[in-house]
């Protein structure tokens, strides 16, 4: 016999160490089980959809950074500008393209990694972040002697890129894809073989393929559930559509699934890299475009595959030498709406499970 | 491919108005320079159209269902609002998984009161997408589920993303400031600040 | 969150307070004071116990100054995730108006002493959302008292790190025992 | 039983294969900097303190008052103010606010005489914040004592 109780609202957040930032839930349990889960948003709107509007094209760039997805700051600058380059008709020089290519696939790996490491954290592996961490600051050493800055780059222009390599960059990052693959292995030996973590993700929070279209999942969300779309390759942007690389699909959408869709892109991320350092053309880094470009008028629309997703930017310029209008499509938003779809029906320690899987960063859900 | 399907949607739609297509780019125009492309109006990368929002739950549901659209996947609703001319834009993004392909819709409402259908229940993706635009550009989506703010607080006032938005700063916070301020004069000099 | 009444002025502890005094008063008793006030802010301060309010890209920062790299526990700072047990409160990142009145309540539900640290530019006066925006707190310090800025965008965990001594510092040069206590 | 025996031989696999991960690390290379005591230098392009190196051969500021990077900040940090004309131009104030300042680095870019450039230098927290406000003098003393690449060109060749 099923015992029926009294309907339980339980609260997490917004400051709550294991919802990855200034989330709230408000969970509705019945005894353990979990009947809905309301996110509650808003906790970190920074209104950057406003504040392009009052800033140049040129420092949209550095807001672009800050004001969306704070891991990915490459990847928000690059779903920016390809708006702006559209809009624009701005060329790209060839070695420009490549360095963006290498500059994203970086920021995906470093992304990820963090996303393993508190993903860890949060289902007891506290060991995993230390190892996450570890190889991230290597790769923010490699982005610091690039780009001059770890976590905010700045380095990508309308029309190309800041600054050309500096020396010995490109080997000292084959050094680091080589010791990587190994470390990848070493992130499956202390999970993937782990009894204990398997039974807390395998089987967990699945998301059928339907749903997640429906519920406008995207990225490795919409990847661990069988929806074979990664804007790479179906719309190629930068030097992608020049390189070989796989969509890791997996039908089983679980959080295991996510997992796997994830540690199988730094894989082939790190092949991007090498391939994409091979092919490195030699030439102009910049295509001359003014410190106060204007725009004329029109509007496009650029996705771009950031690490969390489909990542669109909906561009409106009148001219001026700053937009109009500019719609961020943040894909970790779509992706939080399609938690509840995930949760409903689990119990409450899978709560941290699931939304860790899930692989939100709160400052692009609000932007 | 997704032209022809702006087209296609004319055919069963004629009140369905397509986006001026995108102008050749001429070669050697100056790049970041306004000048030629401004007589012609604005140029949409995008394919798309504009679609009356009386006529827009219909057009969705084809969309979404037909054979040649198949479009199953609602990337964002927002609107761009137009003082000028007195509108706000509601523009959908549609996408179909299978076919990837790709439309914008556009909804021209008045700017006093718009109100447009909600495709929420075509979409569900659309239902936060929705409620964002309500919040920050006061758009009323008829028929949603749950149309509360979802951004700022329950009782902030205005909407931020029109473009005659003033921001004010909330009653509490002036009140906290003062509050804060009467902590710093307590204390002695050298505690805190 | 609605207007509070004004805090009470601040007084010292009465049963310490009456101590401290009789101390004072014999001969030889301020060093012993000294002496055993020493002795309290080298413990605190070598135990700093961080209330982590992470709350955007610092927060990122924040948490690679405790992984491998940098290893803030080797300094006995020890990240708390509740209040109650923390000595300080690190923000970190951008605070919403509509987050305001949740740091606020943390920092009360802290036990006295408790020390702030602004970490980025925008926790410390709005930094790259000063201008043209409706949502973003210009400033933390309008909120909750602030000890120890620490300025960059984010800053380097080493700039944290500097933060964090430079509270201690502070903490090891404050009279603990004779310092003003709100009631 | 077999099945208990199987998963009990999973666990001590899954445990013994983490272990080992660990045990790796451990014998492996440090990977901790001792802070204080010990830095790591930071890469030349860090976006650090901004400064006001001097031109070493006519001691002056490099500045020529355009208000180029005072435009281009995106948060309104830098103020600039000169007094005099023609030649006898002088910069009066530049404040640059570094609690505001985002580190992006556009007003070195747009700088036509590098007369700001970023140092490699990021310990700057303070106990008040009107400390952050950088003048003229701070920035000037905040500049590297050795002269940096002349003109744009040896810039953008930085190592």
Redesign the interface.
Known sequence: MALRTEELMLNMGPQHPSTHGVLRLVVTLDGENIVDVVPDIGYLHSSVEKMMEYRTYLQNVALADRGMDYLTALANEEGYLLAVERVGRIEVPPRARYLRTIMLELQRLSSHLVWLGTWGIDLGATTVFLYCFRERERILDLFEQATGGRLHHVYFRPGGVYEDLPDGWTDRVLAFCDEFLGRVDEYHELLTGNPIFLARVQGVGVLPRDRAIAMGACGPVARASGVDFDVRKAFPYEAYGELAFDVPVFQEGDCFARYRVRMEEMRQSVRIIQQAIAKLPDGEIRSKVQVNVKLPRGEAYARTESPRGDLGVYLVSEGEDAPYRVKIRAPSFSNLFALTEMMRGWKVADVIAILGSVDIVLSDVDR | MSWALVERLRERFPEVEPFPREAP?EAG?P?????R??AR??????PGAFVPAARLLEVARVLRDEAPFGL?????V?G??RPEQDLVEV?Y?LFS?DE?H?L?LKVRVPRRDPRVPSVSAL???????EREAYD?LGVVFEGHPDLR?????DDWEGH??RKD?V?QE?R??V???A??Q???E???LG??? | MSAQAPPPIPTRIAPIQTAVDILDSLPGGSVVLSKVEYLLNWSRAASLWPLTFGLACCAIEMMAAWAGRFDLDRMGVIPRATPRQADCMIVAGRCTIKMAPIVRRLWEQMPEPKYVISMGSCATCGGPFYYDNYSILKGIDQVVPVDVYVPGCPPRPEALIEGLLKLQEKIKAEPFLRRAVPA | MEALATRAWEAVAGLYAGLRVTFRALVGRKNTVMYPLQKVNVAPRWHGLLALPVDPETGSDKCIICFQCERVCPDRCIHIEAGGKGKDRLLTRFDIEMDKCCYCGLCVEVCPTEAIVFVPHYETSTYNRANLVYDLDDLRRAAPKEPIAHGVVAMRGRP
């Open positions: 780019h125009a790049v970041g320079r306004p000048g492309h401004e109006g604005p140029t949409y990368h995008t199953d996947y609602c990337s964002f927002t761009v609002d523009v993004h998984m990837r790709e914008l979409w569900p993706a659309a239902n936060w997408h920050l703010r979802i951004m700022m607080t931020p993303l938005y921001y909330p509490w916070l009140d906290l400031g509050q804060r009467r902590e710093i307590g204390l002695r505690d805190r600040a």
